[in-house]
């Protein structure tokens, strides 16, 4: 038996950018075609980054390259969800200090805001986001700024990493841990995680049911499940079947998918049998301190059997032998 495809019911799907659409400068594989069915069956497309250092125009013609069709009002960031929580607690014209890049203090300066680069202009408030040329003086000046207890400091993200042609990269959530060890408090944060951007994106698009997919548990589904929203987790990012088994309850998704042509496709139920939790063919169980593969099935249905018999043993993936077989099995799906 199969449930309805994860994206039946959804007017908005939104999605995470990098190991979800892209990696680096190519397109993830099957993303074209999947979010091309998609448009023809006639739910709205929106992405919602928590790159802090890229315009929406300059991701929408990036997405164009690829052949995802895309303009930069489809293109929700971090600095534009920082840019509402501004709004919602400084004067209009208030002046900020932008510690960031070209994407941040654009969205700054268009919200009607003074943008100022130094503590010695008398900032309102701080807003931080990442930009790869950010250096010790700029943490430095947020630091001189935010001395000051009740000046608002707001985060764009606090992304341990980020993913760069290269490799992973520390991410801005270094910079800001920076400027905390300097000042002895914490941002308010505008990016996944916490529900600002995926609120900002909502009210964007006229949402009513909305559906969001992301390649991270900690910031991508942890978000969408505060945000109240349905989520998938796609396998072709950052997070595989080791962090999914580890999921605590506030970063589970309702879907794990191998690529994104699985939104359209009917997801199979989980059942619960005497010897285990069957997905399609695939069956698992934990016996005592293991986790055991009793019917193999498709890879994809063997990594959602598996998760579902850890996350319903009530044992700790950690206190738990996990078959190596298991942790390779996103290697399978490609």
Do not use: C
């Not at 900020?96 to 003074?114: N, P, Q, R, T, W």
């Not at 931080?128 to 000051?148: H, I, N, V, Y």
């Not at 390649?215 to 595989?240: C, E, F, K, W, Y």
């Amino acid at each position: 038996m199969s449930r309805p495809a994860p994206l039946a019911d959804a007017d908005v799907l939104l999605l995470d950018l990098d190991g979800v659409v892209y990696r680096g400068r190519a397109a993830v594989p099957h993303a074209q075609d999947a979010l091309g069915a998609v448009r023809d069956r006639g739910v709205r497309v929106g992405y919602i980054t928590n790159n802090a250092s890229r315009t929406p125009a300059s991701v929408a013609a990036h997405l164009t390259e690829l052949g995802l069709a895309a303009t930069a009002h489809e293109v929700v960031t971090s600095p534009q969800a920082a840019v509402r929580l501004l709004a919602d607690r400084v004067a209009p014209g208030a002046r900020i200090l932008v510690i960031g890049g070209d994407g941040l203090h654009s969205v700054v300066a268009e919200a009607g805001f003074v943008v100022v680069t130094s503590a010695d202009d008398a900032p309102d408030a701080v807003v931080q986001g990442f930009a790869p040329e950010l250096g010790w003086k700029d943490l430095a000046e947020a630091s001189f700024a935010l001395a000051d207890p009740d000046l608002l400091w707001v985060a764009t993200n606090t992304d341990w990493t980020i993913p760069v042609d290269r490799g992973i990269a520390p991410g801005n959530g270094t910079l800001v841990s920076a400027v905390h060890a300097a000042v002895g408090r914490l941002p308010v944060v505008a990016g996944k995680p916490e529900t600002p951007l995926f609120e900002t994106a909502v009210e964007r698009f006229g949402a009513q049911r909305p559906f969001f997919v992301g390649d991270r548990l900690d910031t991508d589904v942890r978000g969408a499940n505060a945000a109240g929203m349905p989520s998938a987790l796609v396998l072709t990012g950052i997070d595989g079947p080791k962090e999914l088994l580890a999921a605590q309850p506030q970063d589970r998704p309702q879907y794990v998918l191998a690529d994104l042509r699985g939104l359209l496709e009917p997801y199979p139920e989980v059942k619960r049998r005497r010897d285990g939790v069957q997905v399609g063919k695939a069956v698992a169980r934990v016996h005592g301190q293991a986790l055991e593969v009793v019917k193999p099935g498709e890879p994809i249905d063997l990594i959602r059997a598996v998760a579902e018999a850890v996350w319903s043993s009530g044992v700790g993936v950690y206190a738990l032998r996990i078959p190596e077989a298991v942790l390779r099995l996103r290697a399978s799906l490609r």
